[in-house]
């Protein structure tokens, strides 16, 4: 099994940990340096998954790419590009480092939902709504929902939740305007992604998008359609009416519930059995989404 990387460390460059993310202050850019780090109901686990930080930034850059008639603040996944102090050592870096431009960070996480799952599904369940959308009767675990919805979510500070929010109260925070673009931006992103990815095989349930201003621009940042901001199904294993298999964490996430572990303490370490596991269906999603193979195996 390859090393794991959960944190690093830059000569003395300002830095911001994340969950998953170390952010280095280049000045006028920053370095984004996805870890093996991964969290699960608002915990960062004691166990990382190695090269999972290469998944989320490689297939990021191919969302990037493919999306890449709307702007966005990757710079570049080189790190011969990076202008780093003398000295630094540049391999723990290698296909996990992105350069992008600065923003003013949108403070809202624009979460789209094609499928009724998840916490979505909780709450159909209890009135027959999703953050406040009203769906139609009937509809069971996992099915497609009449059409795409956004459900719009506030960007809460660490160790805390997000908080689902409604449409016009995403609009009193951040003004009718943007907001309208953050909707119809989100919505369009997200269709044209999974309806690429069922051309591969994946259905992609849910995700997030976030966003950013730049000269008041509004630019598509942080990470694109990767296993820790989507719910990620086998097409060919979809049967509506339970839960579905995944691509993503969800199969962390079910041996913690499992575990007894009280999500209120301290998380367990992960079984070499899960970590190992969770590795290669990050990988299988990242393989079977771009057509490339996992340069790092």
């Known amino acids: 099994m390859p090393s794991t990387v959960t944190t690093t460390s830059l000569a003395d460059l300002p830095v911001r940990r994340g969950k998953v993310r170390d952010v280095y202050d280049l000045g006028d850019t920053l ?25 989320l930034t490689q297939l990021s850059r191919f969302w990037f790419e493919k999306f890449k008639d709307l702007p966005n603040h990757m710079i570049s996944c080189d790190v011969a590009d990076f202008n780093l102090p003398a000295g630094v050592d540049r391999a723990p870096l290698e296909g996990r480092s992105m350069l992008v431009r600065k923003t003013s960070v949108v403070p809202i996480e624009c979460v789209v939902r094609g499928y009724l799952s998840g916490s979505g599904w909780s709450e159909y369940q209890r009135n027959g709504a999703v953050c406040g959308i009203e769906l139609p009767t009937g509809l ?14 506030t960007k809460a500070e660490q ?37 690429y990815a069922a051309s591969r095989g994946i259905i ?13 621009e509004l630019i598509l940042i942080d990470e694109v359609l990767t296993p820790d901001s989507s719910r990620f199904w086998p097409a060919d294993k979809y049967q509506p009416g ?31 059995e899960v970590v190992s596991k969770t590795r290669a269906k990050y990988i299988e999603a990242f393989e079977q989404l771009t057509g490339e193979k996992f340069a790092w195996k």
């Open 204 to 216: 992609i349930a849910d995700t997030k998008f976030e966003f950013g201003l730049v000269d008041d």
């Open 242 to 272: 339970r839960g579905q298999p995944s691509f993503d964490k969800q199969f962390v996430r079910d041996w913690l519930t499992q575990s007894g572990w009280d999500k209120n303490s301290q998380p367990p370490e992960l079984p070499a």
């Open 31 to 55: 370095l984004l340096v996805s870890t093996d780090r991964i969290s699960a109901f608002d915990w960062v686990l004691p166990s990382g998954i190695p090269d999972k930080g290469r998944v």
């Open 140 to 153: 069971r675990e996992s099915d497609k929902l009449p059409g795409a919805i956004f459900t719009p979510a």
């Open 159 to 195: 160790g805390l939740h997000d908080e689902n929010i409604s449409y016009d109260e995403m609009c009193a925070r951040v003004g009718r305007e943007l907001g309208k673009q953050l909707s119809q931006r989100s919505i369009d992103l997200y269709t044209r992604g999974a309806e």
